[in-house]
């Protein structure tokens, strides 16, 4: 019977405005909202540079987002200059010809970088217990609440400038 009704509903004139999609809404909405992510992240997988915000930001992550918008505007950024690179660090400085090195100023041993900092510098003794890691690798960087960032950033007076 519903098979038969359904049958005599195609068939029938549609009547609403035209013109008329066969295919739910929420359908359409999903697949364009696949479509752009799926491209927006191979452009962002073909861009030139970016390195620290590629190793330390997970692409498409709404509760990552939505966590980072929850800061008030003052720690978001804090927190999005701590994570691009643009901000008061030696190797930022040293690129913009305002530094004479462009080393960690804690540790002496590699370029001041947020990948640095928050993944490999020895000097950084509450890695540990703030982030879990005493030496954490960039992909597990990627998966730190925000907040968890900010209160190292802070705990560690490593946002110099910021």
Same mark, same amino acid.
């Given at each position: 019977?519903?098979?038969?009704?359904?049958?005599?509903?195609?068939?029938?004139?549609?009547?609403?405005?035209?013109?008329?999609?066969?295919?739910?809404?929420?359908?359409?909405?999903?697949?364009?909202?696949?479509?752009?992510?799926?491209?927006?992240?191979?452009?962002?997988?073909?861009?030139?540079?970016?390195?620290?915000?590629?190793?330390?930001?997970?692409?498409?992550?709404?509760? #990552?987002? &939505?966590?980072?918008?929850? $800061?008030?505007? *003052?720690?978001?950024?804090?927190? %999005?200059? !701590?994570?691009?690179?643009?901000?008061?660090?030696?190797?930022?400085?040293?690129?913009?010809?305002?530094?004479?090195?462009?080393?960690?100023?804690?540790?002496?041993?590699?370029?001041?970088?947020?990948?640095?900092?928050?993944?490999?510098?020895? #000097?950084? &003794?509450?890695?540990?217990? $703030?982030?879990? *890691?005493?030496?954490?690798?960039? %992909?597990? !960087?990627?998966?730190?609440?925000?907040?968890?960032?900010?209160?190292?950033?802070?705990?560690?007076?490593?946002?110099?400038?910021?």
């Amino acid at each position: 019977m519903a098979d038969e009704l359904a049958k005599s509903g195609a068939l029938e004139k549609q009547i609403g405005p035209e013109p008329v999609c066969g295919i739910p809404k929420s359908l359409a909405q999903l697949t364009l909202q696949t479509y752009c992510n799926y491209h927006t992240l191979i452009r962002w997988r073909q861009l030139q540079g970016m390195n620290h915000s590629r190793a330390l930001i997970k692409p498409f992550n709404k509760r #990552a987002a &939505s966590e980072a918008l929850a $800061l008030n505007r *003052k720690n978001l950024c804090i927190l %999005v200059r !701590a994570l691009t690179g643009h901000c008061g660090l030696n190797r930022h400085m040293f690129n913009l010809k305002l530094q004479d090195t462009d080393l960690c100023r804690l540790c002496k041993e590699a370029a001041e970088t947020p990948l640095h900092l928050n993944c490999s510098c020895p #000097a950084l &003794s509450k890695r540990s217990t $703030l982030l879990g *890691k005493h030496i954490m690798q960039p %992909v597990d !960087a990627k998966f730190l609440p925000a907040r968890k960032v900010l209160l190292f950033l802070k705990a560690t007076n490593a946002c110099w400038e910021i």
